[in-house]
């Protein structure tokens, strides 16, 4: 259940807001140098078919990485899969929050957060979190420990897969300190939060501040996303649905640098 303790909602929300202006502005600009390239404008109607398929197969189940690497192919769908499900739901319950605030959203922030659907957040946020921890300990682990020879060092790639890791385990500590602070049978369906209650490190109890530090780092470090996406590799997973859709619509004659044959390709670990 939803535990009571200071939080900088006002702060927190002014630095959504410019994250989210800069974030929007970036994007644009990129937007702008697409527009420049393209022969004929964008159409939503030439979005079926075929340039679904396309859609669906290289963006949701990242088909032509699983002819390359296995190994790969299950890493990079962990982080995809864990960080936009986390994502969404992380801005539905704000959304919610909002709407609460005004009395428009027809009893939804309470049932999500107190009622019968808690127990559904908790499944959702713990199985995904845990899929985006898998997800990051894999490929630190495949950068650093199980190295293929042809894998280069890339300090990028090196700083989002820590930063992903850093923000699913401080999210786990938070909600295990939440239950901590406020026990419910409901607790049962943060399989893997309850395993970061303070409990199971012989901490008996946690002061108020230490809870509401904890939000503090959790939230602000996530928020930054927005500050940090624009100039890293994490910004496919948002715009790449867009740049295929684009590109198919306007050469779906160029099947080869769609559907390649992927038999050529000499899979690796």
């Not at 159409?43 to 963006?59: D, Q």
């Not at 009893?107 to 997800?135: E, P, Q, R, V």
């Not at 650093?144 to 890791?165: C, E, G, K, M, N």
């Not at 904890?214 to 470090?221: C, E, N, P, Y």
Request: aromatic share 16%; glycine share 8%.
């Amino acid at each position: 259940m939803d535990v009571i303790y200071p939080k900088p909602w006002l702060l927190f929300g002014l630095f959504v807001i410019c994250g989210h202006l800069y974030l929007d502005y970036s994007l644009y600009r990129r937007w702008k140098g697409w527009a420049r390239g393209m022969k004929m404008g964008f159409a939503i109607r030439r979005l079926k078919g075929p340039v679904m398929k396309i859609w669906l197969y290289e963006v949701f189940l990242q088909r032509q990485l699983l002819s390359l690497s296995v190994m790969r192919w299950m890493i990079h769908l962990c982080i995809f899969w864990g960080f936009i499900s986390l994502t969404f739901l992380s801005l539905a319950k704000f959304i919610l929050l909002l709407l609460s605030m005004i009395a428009l959203d027809a009893g939804l922030h309470d049932f999500f957060s107190n009622g019968a659907g808690y127990s559904f957040t908790k499944i959702w946020g713990d199985f995904f979190g845990l899929l985006l921890l898998a997800g990051c300990t894999g490929a630190l682990a495949r950068r650093f420990v199980f190295r293929p020879v042809q894998t280069a060092h890339d300090q990028t790639d090196i700083f989002l897969s820590v930063y992903l890791l850093f923000m699913t385990v401080s999210g786990f500590m938070l909600e295990g300190m939440r239950m901590s602070a406020s026990p419910s049978d409901l607790d049962r369906y943060a399989f893997i939060g309850r395993l970061f209650m303070p409990s199971h490190f012989g901490i008996v109890s946690v002061p108020g501040p230490w809870l509401a530090w904890t939000w503090i780092v959790h939230a602000f470090s996530g928020a930054a996303i927005l500050v940090y996406l624009p100039h890293s590799k994490l910004l496919h997973s948002l715009l790449a649905p867009l740049v295929i859709a684009l590109n198919a619509s306007e050469e779906q004659g160029r099947k080869d640098m769609y559907w390649p044959k992927t038999d050529q390709y000499r899979p690796t670990k």
